[in-house]
């Protein structure tokens, strides 16, 4: 870009320009919004006042090297170091997946079920802390545990959970050799790895080339590797309800598995799109 009297306005619409023919038209709007409200801290109605101010070199050197890298289609969330999710604003890197708009739909409907104090939360494979801490913060004095193997991922979500004032507890640790040693939890919730490696070839690039593979992807032969454990650890621990986010393409096999392994009540819900996104079930706390 030409540093010679660009104005904010001009710089923003030389990177829409840019960004248009591959991430389209209100995507390309949506991430100068963002970048603009990262860099100078504006708001839509201030990027507006501001339109016919000279750019700073500062930002014109920012917002190219910004560009260069939405052009290899790396995710603006990584490139920003943050993401927005349930109307916080969580530190990322891809270390951890890109908090979705469906997980925060999982988070609605387990906050809009339980209205209860005082409940004891289990987050498997909590990533970035997203869940955790949305839950920390939206369930009245709730006592959250979030587990996750990766050491990465934990520092990420340590540093969510402080700067955002979440009193979680976490553990590092393996899902498949965990045991809840008799810890009892109200909830159990996860969003674990669940598209099958055959649906790699469908994927966006910026998904697919930067978004840590381990939190995705399950064997073709197995997509329910991790429900199946994820159940058996909610068969020991939990006297209240499980929350999963899910695959679409597994939703009836989940659902037997569940019944299968003595859940009650079990439930697929769709996601805003009309997606079988979502499975409940609850224990039998009499057994």
Known sequence: MNEERVTYGGLA???RRRL????????????????FHHLKGWDTTQQIINDTLPASERVIHACADILKRLERQEPLQYILGEARFYGMDLQVSPAVLIPRPETAELVDIIVSENKQTDLRVLDIGTGSGAIAIALSRNLPFA???????????LEIARANARNLHADIRFIHADIFTWQPAGEVFDIVVSNPPYIAESEKESMEPNVLE????TALFVPDDDPLVYYRRIADVARESLHGSLYLEINPLYASPLEGMLGARGFDDVRILRDSQGLNRFITAKINTQE
């Open 20 to 35: 248009e023919g591959i991430y389209g038209a209100g995507e390309a709007r949506a991430m100068v919004r963002l970048i």
């Open 210 to 213: 930067h978004e840590p593979a």
């Open 143 to 153: 006592r959250v545990t979030a587990l996750d193997v990766s050491a990465q991922a």
């Open 13 to 15: 619409a030389e990177m």
